[in-house]
Nanobody, 124 residues
Framework: QVQLVESGGGLVQAGGSLSLACTFS????????MAWFRQAPGKEREFVAA????????EYEDSVKGRFTLSRDNAKNTVYLQMNNLKPEDTAVYYC?????????????????WGQGTQVTVSS
């Protein structure tokens, strides 16, 4: 059974940086495209970034372009989300997600494996 475990959330001041990691187990990592979504209080879960099976292609939600970088290490079964120049509006629970397929998909419903989430709080 595929499982995802996120780590690296926390509290940071506006303009600061955080790095999230998501470790994959229970399957063949390179068969899965990976993504991060986030959910702020009172809001729907939204797409943040996704990466294809090889790590050669990434996509980002417009508000994080140029500030967030998504990467993966297939030897370590891990994806990393480096978040720089954080803003208070980035405050949310961040979820790692996976689906068995090589290509990037932004649609939440496509992803069938989810982590438990990690809180990111950015103070102004």
């Amino acid at each position: 059974q595929v499982q995802l475990v996120e780590s690296g959330g926390g509290l940071v001041q506006a303009g600061g940086s955080l790095s999230l990691a998501c470790t994959f187990s229970g399957g063949t990592f390179r068969y899965y495209a990976m993504a991060w979504f986030r959910q702020a209080p009172g809001k729907e879960r939204e797409f943040v970034a996704a990466i294809n099976w090889s790590g050669g292609t990434t996509e980002y939600e417009d508000s994080v372009k140029g500030r967030f970088t998504l990467s993966r290490d297939n030897a370590k079964n891990t994806v990393y989300l480096q978040m720089n120049n954080l803003k208070p509006e980035d405050t949310a629970v961040y979820y790692c997600a996976a689906y068995r397929g090589g290509w990037i998909v932004r649609t939440l419903g496509t992803y069938d494996v989810w982590g438990q989430g990690t809180q990111v709080t950015v103070s102004s």
